[in-house]
């Protein structure tokens, strides 16, 4: 997730502080992932520092609003006009993860595997529960973030069901086994 890009798009409607940003962060997409207030203030720093943004004079209470400049309209405009690259997108842990406890003695993997797809199950209910809620709100940005969630977590479910089929197949790996 982009909060560099994110913040650019926010600063694009208008001069805002750190915590105007987090709230719209959050209202955009639909509270999805929290957005910590220290790393929207370090992210400014950072759009500051690379000439994307500039800071304002603060205001009577305090605050300091940002904007956003040409160079950070010129990067936005790039960044909505590349696609994501899926080589771009961060290491998955649960992959890592499964892959490592095939290669490291001791491990039951299909323990592993199912513990995991218990937890990924509670999760879909609670995306759904929460689709449910968020149907009656007029939030399109927050209920695409969480179709979105539903669907990489049905995904991933399917994944580890077939990890499941794969560790009881006739030919399937042990752990700490040596692999070709």
Known sequence: MSIRYGLLALLERGPMYGYQLRSAFEDSIGAAWPLNIGQVYTTLGRLVRDGLVRALPEHEAGQRPYQITEAGRRALASWFDTAVNHTDRPRDELTIKLALALATPGVDVATVVSTQRAATKRALQEFVRRKVRETSTENVSGRLVLDA????????????????????????????AEQP
Do not use: K
Request: hydrophobic fraction near 45%.
């Open 149 to 176: 969630m539903i669907f990489q977590t049905e995904a991933e479910i399917r994944w580890l069901d077939h990890c499941a089929e794969s560790l009881t197949a006739p030919s399937a790996p042990t752990a700490g």
